[in-house]
C-alpha cells in the first residue's frame, strides 16, 4: 500500500492537527496498520481515507487502473497512476476528516469480528454475549456484562461489576472500573474510567483520568442529529448519538457532565461538578 498525502483535509483537533495521523488508534490497532491490511496490492489511497473491503474489490480486476471516488468526486484509492476512470464507493467508504470519523471506522470493524481471541483471563463470573478479544495480561473481573463485539487491549483491568457494549475498542493498560458503562466508544492506550461513569458514542485519548461519575451525554431531546463546532462554525456530524472527543492527557473531576458533541483539548481538566457545555481548549 502506498499512502499518500490527504487531497482534502479537515480537523481532526483534539486528536491531531488537520489530518488523522495514521498511528491513530482504532480496533486494537493503528488506523495505517488498518488501511494495509485491507488494501489491495499495488493499490495507493489517500492517508485520511477509509475504504470498506467491498469497495477495494471493485478495483479488483480493472487491469488499466481506476479511482475510487465518493460523491464529491474526492478520490480516495486508486490503482495505476490514479487517472483511470472513477468508481463510485459505497457508504462502508469515505474520507475520515473530523475525529467522530473514528467512531464509525471503529464500528465497521469492530462489527465485523467474527472470531474470539481470549489471550487473558475471563473470570467465571464475567458475562460475555458477543465476539471479544482479550488481550494479553488483562483481567476481566467478576460482574462484567459485555453486549455485542469488542476490543480489549493488552495488561487491562475490566470490572468488576461493569458493562461494555456496542462496539467498543479499549487500548493497552487501560482501567474501567466499578458501576462504569462504556458504549460504542474508543479508549486510548492507558485511559481510566474507574467508578460510576458513562461513556457513550465517544473517542478518548491515551492516558485519559475520568474522575468517579463523570457522563458523557450523546442524546439531543428533539432526536436530531449533533452539531459540533469546527473553527468557529458548527459542523454536522451524522451522528444521532455522539458524546465527546477527549484529547491526551485530560483529567476530569468528580461528577463532571459533557454535553454531547463537545471536545476536551490535550491536557485540560475540569474542576468537580463541572459542566462542559463548550469545546475546552485550556
Not at 487491469?63 to 464529491?72: I, Q
Not at 458493562?163 to 493498560?173: F, P, V
Not at 466508544?185 to 474522575?211: A, E, M, Q, R, T
Not at 485530560?250 to 458533541?261: E, K, L, M, R
Amino acid at each position: 500500500m502506498k499512502r499518500i498525502d490527504a487531497e482534502v483535509v479537515g480537523d481532526f483537533w483534539p486528536l491531531g492537527g488537520k489530518v488523522v495521523s495514521g498511528g491513530q488508534f482504532v480496533a486494537g490497532k493503528t488506523l495505517e496498520q488498518w488501511q494495509a491490511k485491507l488494501c489491495v496490492e499495488g493499490a495507493s489511497m489517500a492517508e485520511n481515507a477509509w475504504v470498506g473491503s467491498e469497495d477495494w474489490g471493485k478495483l479488483v480486476g480493472v487491469s488499466d487502473g481506476a479511482v475510487l471516488v465518493n460523491e464529491a468526486g474526492e478520490r480516495l484509492a486508486w490503482t495505476g497512476d490514479g487517472s483511470g476512470p472513477g468508481i463510485l464507493v459505497g457508504a462502508s467508504s469515505f474520507l475520515v476528516l473530523y475525529p467522530w470519523d473514528i467512531i464509525r471506522v471503529n464500528e465497521q470493524i469492530v462489527g465485523g469480528l467474527e472470531e474470539e481471541v481470549t489471550l487473558g483471563e475471563v473470570s467465571a463470573a464475567a458475562h460475555i454475549e458477543g465476539v471479544v478479544h482479550v488481550g494479553e495480561g488483562t483481567r476481566i473481573l467478576p460482574g462484567v456484562f459485555i453486549e455485542g463485539n469488542a476490543v480489549i487491549g493488552a495488561g487491562c483491568k475490566i470490572g468488576p461489576n461493569c458493562y461494555i457494549r456496542g462496539n467498543t475498542a479499549i487500548g493497552d493498560g487501560v482501567h474501567i472500573g466499578q458501576a462504569v458503562e462504556v458504549k460504542n466508544s474508543v479508549i486510548g492506550h492507558g485511559s481510566s474510567v474507574g467508578h460510576l461513569s458513562y461513556v457513550g458514542d465517544s473517542v478518548l485519548g491515551d492516558k485519559v483520568n475520568f474522575g468517579a461519575a463523570t457522563v458523557t451525554s450523546n442524546l439531543r431531546h428533539d432526536g436530531c442529529n449533533h452539531r459540533s463546532l469546527v473553527a468557529g462554525r458548527l459542523m454536522e456530524t451524522g451522528r444521532r448519538k455522539f458524546g465527546t472527543i477527549v484529547g491526551d492527557g485530560v483529567h476530569t473531576g468528580i461528577h463532571t457532565a459533557i454535553y454531547p458533541g463537545r471536545k476536551l483539548g490535550a491536557g485540560t481538566s475540569t474542576r468537580p461538578n463541572e459542566s462542559v457545555e463548550t469545546d475546552k481548549l485550556d
